[in-house]
């Protein structure tokens, strides 16, 4: 009987022993019998609590482990200091309020009345000038008054008519009230007020640390009495909802998970129970296998980031938990 060529030989092996390999490690991303097959963990999604302003903790009211819903206050700053900044600034804002009113208003008629009885002083002054000046040039004439006389009552003259200008002057500027710059000026120093108020009134509600989502309390990093710096973190919560999943998929298989497709998730730590899930976002671009869900042959392959969001109620998965996704049989 004719021997195989040797290269043929060879060949078998190798596929006897590829085939070997993929019945004892299965493929990573999918089985040939049944539906697509994904690994991935659960999401790590934490927020950390600060203050957005420094100050002395008073109370922290929330131990570690503990649940905490959304909007709940865990803890607050002496508020003190911040109460006498609003209290400066309202002072300031009511000064300039005030300021803002009185040139609005214009000036007050008494001081109007006032500039008119001057402005009617000045003119009576003006027309016995007037008459003193006619009386000295009558006697200038006919030499009964000196040149000195006659210069003296028409300096006067010129005198009083001046200051009835300047009376006059000074009673339009108050009838007409104050510039419209002056005005303008004071309209924008109110508003400087008004918006350190704000700040000021901001700064001593930031003394309340509230809770956007609700988690549960990883961390207590300070306790009362500590000083604490803008931004500095004061507690670690974990989310717990939505649950989100991190998988990957390879390129061949890309085109069976689309966003908005349901899929089921598992963990070793509940066998036989499922969790509902759906596609959420499919990454635009490839990346290397991370080193979570690699294998020795997969190093080097480039695979697509995938994000399920979970339905599960009971808060069963853990933050970090791997979990394995199983697409749909008829899955496009």
């Not at 206050?73 to 200091?81: C, E, G, I, K, N």
């Not at 961390?219 to 649950?243: F, I, K, N, Q």
Request: a neutral charge; hydrophobic letters at 45%.
């Amino acid at each position: 009987m004719k021997r195989p060529p040797v290269p043929v030989i060879v060949l078998l092996l190798a596929a006897a022993g590829g085939g070997a390999w993929v019945a004892l490690n299965g493929n990573p991303f999918a089985d040939p019998d049944g539906p697509l097959v994904l690994y991935g963990n659960v999401d790590i999604r934490e927020v950390s609590l600060a203050f957005r302003v420094g100050g002395r903790v008073a109370e922290m009211r929330r131990e570690e482990g503990e649940a905490v819903a959304p909007g709940v206050a865990v803890a607050t700053l002496d508020p003190a200091p911040f109460d006498r900044e609003v209290r400066a600034a309202e002072a300031e804002a009511a000064a300039r309020r005030a300021e803002l009113a009185k040139l609005r208003a214009g000036y007050r008629p008494e001081e109007i009345a006032q500039a008119e009885a001057v402005v009617a002083e000045r003119r009576a002054s003006l027309t016995n000038a007037a008459r003193v000046l006619a009386r000295q040039r009558d006697l200038r004439k006919s030499g009964a008054a000196s040149q000195q006389a006659l210069d003296d009552a028409r300096a006067a003259t010129l005198e009083a008519r001046a200051r009835l200008t300047s009376a006059e002057k000074n009673l339009e500027l108050l009838r007409a009230g104050y510039r419209d710059e002056d005005v303008a000026a004071a309209a924008a120093r109110l508003a400087a007020a008004e918006a350190a108020l704000a700040s000021a009134r901001l700064n001593r509600d930031d003394c309340v640390l509230t809770v956007p989502e609700a988690g549960v309390v990883l961390t207590r990093a300070v306790e009362p009495g500590a000083m604490v710096a803008s931004g500095s973190p004061v507690y670690v919560v974990a989310l717990d909802h939505p649950v989100r999943v991190r998988a990957y998929v390879d390129e061949p298989h890309l085109g069976a998970v689309k966003p908005g497709l349901a899929v089921t998730v598992s963990s070793d730590s509940f066998p036989g129970k499922t969790f509902p899930a759906r596609v959420g976002f499919v990454s635009p671009t490839a990346e290397f296998t991370p080193k979570s869900v690699e294998t020795p042959e997969l190093r080097t392959d480039l695979v697509y980031r995938l994000r399920l969001v979970v339905d599960d109620p009971r808060g069963d998965l853990r933050q970090g938990m791997p979990v394995t996704v199983r697409l749909p049989d008829a899955a496009p």
